[in-house]
């Protein structure tokens, strides 16, 4: 009587499987063992042939953070009211996104201050405007105050300046009064802008 026999052929690229034999003398779990390692050998080398001839992806976005590891910047200090003054001129290869923002007023003893600052490009662009306020003790003798106005903020996607473009900040009294000193004191604004360089 002849034994049954088998045979196992499959040959997919980058695998080359043939198995022949008897099933008489070798027990059964180890028949199956040996057909799913040859099975998982098989199936392991299809999937690196498929992944193989995949075309590679060149739509990769690149990074829109420019200057390397260190792209964070940061400006400030103090503008007179009724004054125009240039903060920085981004790079020519790089726009800077501004990202925060603290203005505060400053006013003198006995005083109260409402100034507007505005953001402005070479083109006289507005970029963004701002109102802060600052207030000195009500009189001498109350001791009351005007409740303070700063901005401290924080942008979810920032404003952008462009290559080659200066941000300007232009500072203008709204408002103001005297509680029982001089209004001519100076007055104006303290700030202080960060971001990062981007590319454009």
């Known amino acids: 009587m002849m034994k049954p026999s088998f045979v196992v052929g499959f040959n997919p690229p980058g695998c080359h499987l043939s198995a022949a034999g008897s099933i008489g003398g070798i027990r059964m779990s180890n028949f199956q063992s ?3 390692t040859a099975l998982a050998i098989c199936l ?4 690196a042939h498929v992944f193989s001839q995949s ?12 200057y390397g590891q260190n792209p964070v910047v940061s400006w400030g200090g103090y503008l007179a009211s ?14 800077v996104v501004i990202t925060d923002v603290l203005i505060a007023s400053k006013q003198g003893k006995w005083t109260v201050r409402s100034h507007q ?25 109350s001791g009351g105050s005007v409740h303070d106005k700063s901005i ?19 500072v203008l009294l709204e408002n103001g009064w005297s509680t029982g000193g001089s209004i001519e004191h100076e007055h104006g ?10 590319r454009p």
């Open 44 to 47: 392991g080398a299809i999937l």
């Open 189 to 198: 604004i303290h700030y202080t802008i960060s971001g990062y360089y981007a």
């Open 34 to 36: 040996a057909l799913s």
């Open 117 to 141: 600052t505005q953001f402005l490009l070479d083109s006289d662009a507005v970029i963004g405007e701002f109102i802060t306020m600052v207030g000195g003790l009500l009189d001498s003798g």
């Open 55 to 66: 075309p590679a992806n060149a739509s990769i976005p690149t990074p829109s953070v420019g």
């Open 152 to 170: 401290q903020h924080s942008f979810s996607s920032g404003l952008r300046i462009p290559a080659g473009d200066t941000l300007r900040l232009s």
């Open 82 to 95: 009724g004054s125009i003054d240039e903060v920085f001129t981004a790079p020519g290869t790089q726009d």
